[in-house]
């Protein structure tokens, strides 16, 4: 199956540093990505759907400014925790579609990031 | 609205009994996609299943035995003779057919005792 990578795959930082999170789609091209998070013991929520070579798409109460996505390759998209507080501490994962035929697009999951800002 | 509800939210069972994990959905589109995900202490989804809403064929797979009723609205899934190793949180998720989000369950955790 197709392979979709995460980097890195924990980060521990300091409140009010910003954090990148990588999202790659190892063997295919992914016109769009989706970031979800995932709070511990909760279930998974979609932040935002993330297209190539245009703006991101934001889910209703994420905020835009705090989570900057870019989606600039057909193989990458980015996420960044702009000035961390505790309260982003969560498991990010983020998922890339594959466009199928038949009308049918595979999705497949990275493995997660772990974030914990101090 | 969509909506995914998986009203158990933790069960245990002794190893090798039988577990059926519920899942309700809620759409009013006519053509969606139904999926089970496990997420072990790993954190990394694996996906076991995926059913079309015009499917309504059980499927199985191995130890594994999914019933779609869309009359009730139900994706259940049952685990038999069930291992310490299918120890994880299972969700069950929705996916409409005029976009490619997925909504998910919050999710049943499931201890296997030995």
């Known amino acids: 199956g197709a392979v979709v990578s995460q980097h890195p795959s924990r980060v521990i930082c300091k409140s009010g540093t910003s954090v990148k999170i990588e999202c790659r789609s190892l063997?295919?091209?992914?016109?769009?990505m989706f970031w979800y998070r995932q709070f511990p013991k909760q279930s998974l929520m979609l932040m935002a759907t993330?297209?190539?070579?245009?703006?991101?798409?934001?889910e209703q109460g994420v905020e835009k400014d705090k989570f900057l996505i870019n989606h600039a390759s057909l193989t990458l998209s980015t996420l960044t925790v702009t000035s961390a507080h505790p309260e982003d501490s969560s498991f990010y994962i983020c998922?890339?579609?594959?466009?199928?035929?038949?009308?049918?697009?595979?999705?497949?999951f990275g493995p997660g990031t772990r974030l914990t800002v101090l | 609205a969509q909506k995914v509800t998986q009203a158990q939210t933790e069960i245990s069972v002794v190893e090798k009994e039988d577990v059926t994990l519920d899942c309700v959905y809620e759409?009013?589109?006519?053509?969606?996609?139904l999926f089970w995900y496990k997420q072990p202490p790993s954190g990394e989804l694996v996906f076991l299943i995926r059913?079309?809403?015009?499917?309504?064929q059980n499927e199985i797979s191995g130890r594994y035995s999914w019933n779609f009723q869309k009359s009730t609205s139900s994706f259940n899934f049952t685990i038999t003779a069930s291992q310490v190793v299918d120890s994880a949180v299972y969700f069950c998720?929705?996916?409409?057919?005029?976009?490619?989000?997925?909504?998910f369950g919050k999710g049943t955790r499931l201890h296997i005792l030995p």
């Open positions: 998922s890339a579609i594959r466009a199928g035929t038949g009308g049918w697009n595979e999705q497949f």
């Open positions: 063997d295919f091209q992914a016109t769009t």
């Open positions: 993330s297209n190539e070579g245009s703006k991101a798409t934001y």
């Open positions: 759409t009013r589109d006519t053509t969606y996609y």
């Open positions: 059913r079309n809403s015009f499917d309504e």
């Open positions: 998720a929705l996916r409409l057919n005029r976009d490619d989000k997925i909504i």
